[in-house]
Structures are given as structure tokens and as C-alpha cells.
């Protein structure tokens, strides 16, 4: 569909009707879409809700056109937040020991999707942009979060995973690493074709990549969700050159 740049607006959630019209999303994408599920989804009200979101704050992207509808989400939790919670949300999944060591700003981002008909173009990009913003008002470091392959065979997803290890595994200083060990390198590296590899490789993947994005080492199976995840980590003082264009949007 064409869109209009104008006719979109990006701000945090604010009350609990947007909290709710973000979860309906998430449900449209994660649970009807990708055959997700938990304990807290409600199939009734059609909501994908889970423990953490009283916690979290939520990046929303509406369009005009649609009366103010949510069309993208972004889930954002700071260590301060993750501090109330009891914990971040991927550490069910990850041991985020080195990230918590650092003694360093850090950002969770999860649960990001738009609306079918948003995607492949500029909406993800306005989300990015307000994300920036966002961790230059709260002097994040280190962003990170899970991201995730649709389905759980991990042989089928041998080439994009063993590429992801042998090509951007993190530094060890960042390196967190899969609880429920799932290792990555299915392939030697002369073994891959990188062309196949990136092909199914989804596009958020790619796109924290082209952000200077690296992996933590190993995956997570994770059957209820219906999903082979993996942990993305980007230091902030280490974005390549691209990147910085757009976290800083040409400002210096």
C-alpha cells in the first residue's frame, strides 16, 4: 500500500488502551500469524500479554490513516526497570552475565513487529529513529534482546545459524550465552553458502547486523513460542559507520 510518511506517529504507550491495542498487534503477528503461544495470551480479547509487560515500556507506531491504529511495536526495558521486574525478559533464555559486568547502560528490545501491511517499508525505520532518541535521553551502552527464526527444526535453519556463529559471533566480553544450549555451528565455515544463509535470515535479523550487531553463542529452542532464538547484543560505541548515520540522523 502506498504510505505517507506524514500520516505516521511514534511516542511510548501511555495508558492501557494502548497497551492493549500493542498486545493485539503482537497477537495478530506472534500467535495468529506465527502460530505462537504462553500462558497469559488471551485468545478471547485476541491479546499476547505476558508477566513483563507492566514493566516494560512500549514504543508504538500509529498511522493516521487508520485512526491512530497500531501498526508497529517495539518493547523497550531498562536495567533500572529490569531491576523491578526481578530480572530481564531473555533471561529465561540467555545467561547475561557479561552484559550485567560491564557495569554499563543497558537496553532490552523485544517483541518487535508491524502489521503485514507495513512491512519492506519505512515504518520499521520510524521505530529505529525513535528508538535512537530513546537511548540518547536514558545514556544507553549496550542494547540486546532476543530475536527469533519462525519454527523450532533447527537442521533447516543449519546454513543462516552457522552463518550468524562463524561470521558475527560476539566478542567475548559480550558474549552471553544460550541456557538450554542449542549450539549454532550446524556447518564449517567453508560449508556455507552465504548467499542461501542470508536469504533466510529474517529481515530484523539483517537489519541489527547492518547496525553492527553480534551474537551471543548459542541458540534457545523455544517450542512454546514456536521459534529458534538467538541473542543480538550492539554496543553503542561500536556502531559502524552506517549506523551511526541513523542513530544520529546527521546531527553530529
Not at 172 to 178: I, Y
Request: with cysteine.
Amino acid at each position: 500500500m502506498a504510505l505517507d510518511d506524514a500520516d505516521f506517529t511514534v511516542r511510548l504507550a501511555s495508558d492501557e488502551a494502548d497497551l492493549r491495542a500493542a498486545q493485539r498487534l503482537r497477537y495478530e503477528v506472534f500467535v495468529a500469524e506465527l502460530g505462537g503461544g504462553g500462558t497469559m495470551v488471551d485468545h478471547d480479547a485476541r491479546l499476547e500479554r505476558d508477566r513483563f509487560d507492566p514493566f516494560f515500556d512500549h514504543l508504538i507506531l500509529t498511522d493516521a490513516r487508520r485512526d491512530d491504529a497500531v501498526v508497529g511495536v517495539y518493547r523497550l526495558l531498562r536495567d533500572d526497570q529490569a531491576a523491578a521486574a526481578g530480572q530481564f525478559y531473555s533471561e529465561d533464555e540467555y545467561n547475561l552475565a557479561p552484559l550485567r559486568a560491564s557495569g554499563r547502560r543497558l537496553l532490552e528490545l523485544g517483541r518487535s513487529c508491524l502489521h503485514p501491511d507495513y512491512r519492506g517499508g519505512t515504518a520499521m525505520m520510524h521505530l529505529w529513529n525513535a528508538l535512537a532518541d530513546y537511548v540518547r535521553a536514558h545514556g544507553i551502552e549496550i542494547l540486546f534482546g532476543t530475536a527469533s527464526f519462525h519454527g523450532t527444526d533447527v537442521a533447516a535453519l543449519a546454513q543462516p545459524l552457522s552463518l550468524l556463529h562463524h561470521r558475527h559471533l560476539a566478542p567475548e566480553a559480550l558474549r552471553v550465552r544460550s541456557k538450554h544450549f542449542q549450539r549454532m555451528d550446524l556447518l564449517p565455515e567453508d560449508a556455507i553458502d552465504r548467499r542461501l544463509a542470508m536469504r533466510d535470515v529474517p529481515a530484523l535479523i539483517k537489519g541489527y547486523l547492518r547496525l553492527g550487531g553480534v551474537v551471543g553463542e548459542g541458540a534457545f529452542v523455544d517450542h512454546a513460542f514456536n521459534t529458534t532464538d538467538i541473542c543480538l547484543v550492539m554496543d553503542t560505541a561500536r556502531l559502524n559507520e552506517k549506523a551511526a548515520g541513523i542513530y544520529t540522523r546527521g546531527r553530529g
